[in-house]
């Protein structure tokens, strides 16, 4: 347990539904991040939230929407994707984000059918 | 554009025998390098961190890696490994300044197998 959760933890959806992942973190920390990881592929960074303020967007399709509400809590929200954005979505926080050690969640997994 | 290129995808090897993962990034200046592993069903955790200092860094459980500044280096190695230590192991990058706040270059990652 990493003091980052993650829900839902498995997510199955259709190309025309809209829903939203959550993250929350009980750490203290100030940044956080969306991450995907799709099978033999790097982690890639998706959005990087630092007090609550976008630092990062890694060119993201806008069908990929985060939200960011105050320092513990982060969401994705999604909505008309594509079967190859099915991955796990990961969440991650650290202290200040000065390139410093990052705690993760768990993990979306996320099906696109 | 910054890399990290992990050098095996795939490793087996027997319980008791030594592990030497390979990481080598391509940026020059500062970094902040990690290692992550990720066990089966489990969370990303960190193994082992450097900034700054001694550049033969210990992590936890037993692990331990070096950096190499002028080979831009940072192998991961374990004497004798365990069968526990199946996992996928990630090595990471932060690069300042170019990188911005926080962000972290991902390895693809090395698939690592300990049979009994």
């Known amino acids: 347990e990493t003091g980052v959760t993650q829900t839902p933890r498995h997510l199955v959806m259709g190309m025309t539904n809209k829903k939203s992942l959550k993250c929350e973190q009980h750490?203290?920390?100030?940044?956080m991040y969306w991450y995907k990881q799709s099978a033999k592929k790097p982690l890639e960074l998706m959005f990087v939230?630092?007090?609550?303020?976008?630092?990062e967007n890694n060119s993201v399709p806008s069908r990929f929407s985060p939200e960011c509400p105050n320092s513990s809590h982060l969401f994705l929200h999604l909505h008309t994707l594509q079967p190859e954005d099915s991955a796990l979505y990961l969440c991650?926080?650290?202290?200040?984000?000065?390139?410093?050690?990052?705690?993760f969640g768990p993990g979306t997994r996320l099906t696109v059918t | 554009a910054q890399s990290v290129s992990q050098h095996n995808h795939h490793v087996i090897l027997s319980e008791a025998a030594s592990l030497e993962l390979g990481c080598n990034y391509s940026?020059?200046?500062?970094?902040?390098l990690f290692w992550y592993v990720q066990y089966p069903g489990q969370h990303l955790q960190l193994l082992l961190k450097?900034?700054?200092?001694?550049?033969l860094v210990k992590g936890i459980k037993g692990f331990e890696a070096e950096f190499i500044k002028s080979k831009f280096s940072f192998n991961l190695r374990k004497p004798s490994v365990q069968w526990s230590d199946t996992a996928e192991y990630f090595c990471?990058?932060?690069?300042?300044?170019?990188?911005?706040?926080?962000?972290?270059?991902f390895g693809a990652g090395t698939q690592v197998v300990v049979t009994p």
């Open positions: 991650a926080s650290s202290q200040d984000g000065q390139g410093d050690e990052q705690y």
């Open positions: 750490l203290g920390h100030n940044a």
């Open positions: 939230y630092n007090f609550k303020e976008q630092t």
């Open positions: 940026y020059g200046g500062t970094v902040n």
């Open positions: 450097y900034f700054s200092g001694d550049p």
């Open positions: 990471a990058v932060n690069a300042f300044p170019t990188d911005s706040w926080g962000k972290l270059q």
